[in-house]
């Protein structure tokens, strides 16, 4: 008979981190134990989130902040949104978790474990700008179907961790390698353990840039569990589907990874422009790369009234992929005109930058306050929504706040 295995005590003590508390009789539950008390149905315990984020669904669970929540220069994890394709990892062991390069491309399979990858290589923090392709996509037409981001799918926190770059040295990469796709721990919605919910992946080009990180910290802490406890893979300014949460395995891979999600429409737009509801066949389909540019206004929040005579301060982020932001505008009427706000400059490569303004209004009244940000190419975002694709990604269209002067 097969012996009965009981729970790691590592893994007791991470379930006990995520319950706030000891779990007083653990030791005699069996491996994989589903614990009632993670099953929290109040998402804001569970994940330590602040009650003014939105639940967009909870199988599996998404949720998104509102563009006021998303004020602070570096977001904190209570704003943060959550994207999950699967089901969130329940059973981690931190003292076992490994980390396997394998595929076509490196000259010989090679396992990490946790405290090897943080050991052997130099640890480097970048404040790193995260956007769901899918952000903005409610307000395409016809609709796509998929979870309605409005505007709170982004966020750029401040991440620790290891180069890919230094790790892809050390395995050692054939000449050959065009790409590379991760392996992750959450399981399929379907409860097929064979199936895997996501894995997507990176030209090596990206893979190779300094700022790709396998992160381990977020914020100066313990990646929080539903952001990829405890190791993370960080692409950013590409669509945060790149960046691989609850990583254990890496595939460098001699052609585009084609692992769950990278074919067909998912994160896929039609390469040349498309009319709204036109079918597009699949080889006229485009993995999306860098981000479009895009800004947010955080400060005040939409339906703000101030007293007349009063200038009004606004601020928020802009963020442009792979690319900076080189200018900040802002509008009152409707576009017609446009003021420039200050911007700063990054805090490094991928963070979104800080702009603000002071803003006069000529009289009383109603009015929209629009930004519009300008990347470092000279590309703006669009007034209107911008291309219509099956999926509904890359609204990057001008955000807008409601003001009343009084
Ligand atoms: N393993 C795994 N990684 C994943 C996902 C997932 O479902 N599973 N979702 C991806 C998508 S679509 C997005 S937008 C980001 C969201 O990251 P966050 O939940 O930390 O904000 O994680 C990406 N990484
Ligand atoms: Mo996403």
């Given at each position: ?22 779990i ?21 315990k ?28 570096i ?9 999950n ?87 050692g ?35 190779l ?66 009319a ?17 540019v ?15 005579g ?61 930004a ?16 219509w ?18």
């Amino acid at each position: 008979m097969q012996r009965r295995k009981f729970i790691k005590k590592s893994t007791l003590t991470s379930l006990s981190t995520l319950l706030g508390t000891e779990i007083v009789f653990g030791k005699i539950l069996p491996s994989g134990y589903d614990l009632l008390g993670l099953q929290d149905p109040d998402p804001f315990k569970l994940f330590h989130k602040d009650s003014q984020m939105v639940v967009l669904n909870d199988k599996p669970w998404n949720i998104e902040a509102q563009a006021h929540l998303l004020d602070n220069r570096i977001t904190p994890n209570k704003y943060m949104f959550i994207r999950n394709n699967g089901i969130i990892p329940s059973d981690i062991s931190v003292d076992d978790w490994t980390l396997t390069f394998d595929g076509e491309s490196v000259s010989q399979k090679k396992t990490y474990t946790l405290e090897e990858l943080k050991s052997k290589f130099k640890h480097h923090t970048y404040q790193l700008t995260l956007e769901c392709g899918g952000n903005g996509r409610s307000e395409f037409n016809p609709p796509a179907k998929g979870n309605q981001w409005t505007v709170g799918a982004v966020s750029c926190a401040e991440w620790t961790g290891i180069r890919l770059r230094d790790i892809l040295e050390d395995v050692g990469i054939e000449d050959n390698a065009v790409y590379i796709g991760y392996h992750a721990m959450d399981t399929h919605l379907s409860g097929d353990p064979n199936k895997e919910p996501i894995s997507r992946g990176i030209p090596i080009a990206k893979a190779l840039q300094d700022e790709t990180l396998l992160a381990f910290k977020m914020n100066g802490e313990d990646i929080p569990l539903a952001h990829g406890y405890p190791l993370r893979l960080i692409a950013g300014g590409w669509p945060a589907s790149a960046s691989g949460k609850w990583l254990q395995g890496i595939s460098v891979r001699n052609k585009v990874h084609d692992g769950a999600k990278m074919t067909g429409t998912a994160y896929r737009v039609p390469c040349e422009p498309v009319a709204p509801g036109e079918k597009v066949a699949d080889e006229d389909m485009c993995i999306i790369e860098s981000m479009p540019v895009k800004s947010l206004i955080t400060y005040p929040k939409s339906g703000a009234t101030i007293n007349e005579g009063k200038s009004l301060k606004i601020r928020g982020h802009a963020w442009a992929g792979e690319l900076s932001v080189s200018k900040v505008e802002y509008s009152i009427d409707f576009g017609s005109t446009w003021k420039n706000c200050s911007l700063e400059k990054p805090a490094n490569r991928l963070a979104w930058q800080h702009f603000k303004a002071d803003v006069r209004f000529p009289k009383k009244g109603y009015y929209e306050v629009w930004a519009r940000a300008t990347d470092s190419q000279g590309v703006s975002q669009p007034m209107v929504l911008p291309g219509w694709n099956p999926k509904g990604y890359l609204n990057n269209a001008c955000h807008r706040i409601a003001v009343k002067v009084s």
